[in-house]
């Protein structure tokens, strides 16, 4: 099993930073890609952010592209978001996802491994 903790999150006016950290630890090795989703009161989970594990393959919500950007260090078996100019649009619980694919998908399903998600919100 492989277990995700995610960090970083809390309370921010508009137009202000984050960045959220994601640990994994267990059976790592059966880590290749990671991602973030986030949802919203009301809303479906929806897909943030994801990287492959060499970092080659990096895909992004297009709504989203040059405000979050998305990281990982192998070594620590940590996944990060950096997210910039953050509007009240994207107060969520932001989850941390992790499969043994590798493709950086966008999609739920392609993620076996969840974590318990941090929340974000973002005042005006």
């Known amino acids: 099993q492989v277990q995700l903790v995610e960090s970083g999150g809390g309370l921010v006016q508009a137009g202000g930073s984050l960045r959220l950290a994601c640990a994994a630890s267990g059976r790592t090795f059966s880590v290749n890609h990671m991602g973030w989703f986030r949802q919203a009161p009301g809303k479906e989970r929806e897909f943030v952010a994801a990287i492959s594990w060499s970092g080659g393959t990096i895909n992004y919500a297009d709504s989203l592209k040059g405000r979050f950007t998305i990281s990982r260090d192998n070594a620590k078996n940590t996944v990060y978001l950096q997210m910039n100019s953050l509007k009240p649009e994207d107060t969520a619980v932001y989850y941390c996802?992790?499969?043994?694919?590798?493709?950086?998908?966008?999609?739920?399903?392609?993620?076996?491994?969840w974590g318990q998600g941090t929340q974000v919100t973002v005042s005006s």
């Open positions: 996802a992790a499969d043994s694919r590798d493709s950086a998908s966008y999609h739920t399903y392609e993620y076996h491994y």
